[in-house]
């Protein structure tokens, strides 16, 4: 665990906070952390993305005041998210000594995360830089029609040998490879659509169980009214029920979703440190795009 990152031993400061590596036990304090701060992840929620982490902890006196977490993708990438800080101990600098600590190491990484309001001072000190925004958008979903797709185009379930092809998609649409992700994510979904042309796959789009009630993502499509299809159709497959989705916002998807009873309700800033990603707006014609994150935590 950030073998490269931690002294060998937990390092306390002279505050008493003690800063450590996160282990399987912190989780049901870190959950509980999140919901302090309002955040719905449920112990599941962490539980999963811990699975592909190497986290932090900061203590003190054994309670758990703040968390963060990275995602290395293979060698040359990687996410930060779930950075957290109890209110009664914020502005005293134990997110910029979680940062600090996560950073080291991924000097020759390009660097990913979702900033709050709160944290983007924080993230720019340190040489993140603003690239786009993320729309949060959720509600019960209504009932949705279907979008039509030119000939050739169609949506089916998924098939049992497919995994490699949405590796493939996921890692041309997000710029970073994610196969470990991607198969856990479509082990753990209540459905997942594939996009096909011709016998061909370009595109796909999971539902699954996430914090109130189910969450569409990564929704990964060649342009906006294919990224429609797949969501209209895993909307409708879980209407009346509470739905959130994430989107670049550069995606022009956010008034359509309002129509469909999924209203926005968060604004994150997407930054980057050490390099450059795709967006939904510059990818190539006919190229895979990133219209909605798998989670903000994890991109």
Known sequence: MLSTALPATPATAE?????????PDDLPQAQALSAELRWPHRLADWEQ?????????AERDGQTIATAQRWKWGDRHATIGLVL?????QGRRIGHRLMTTLLDGLDGHTVLLHATAEGRGLYERLGFVRTGEVRQHQGVARPTPLIALPPGWRLRPSGLNEAAALHRLDAQARGMPRDALIDDLLARSDACVVLDHDGEQRGFALLRRFGRGHAIGPVVAPDAESA???IAHLAGMNAGHFTRIDIDFDSGLAEWLESIGLLRVDAPTTMVRGGTLPTASDAPNGAPRLFALATQALG
């Open 228 to 230: 429609k299809a797949l």
């Open 49 to 57: 993305v811990f699975a592909h982490s190497e986290g932090l902890v």
């Open 15 to 23: 505050d008493g906070v003690l800063l450590r590596p996160m282990t």
């Open 85 to 89: 800080v109890t209110p009664a101990c």
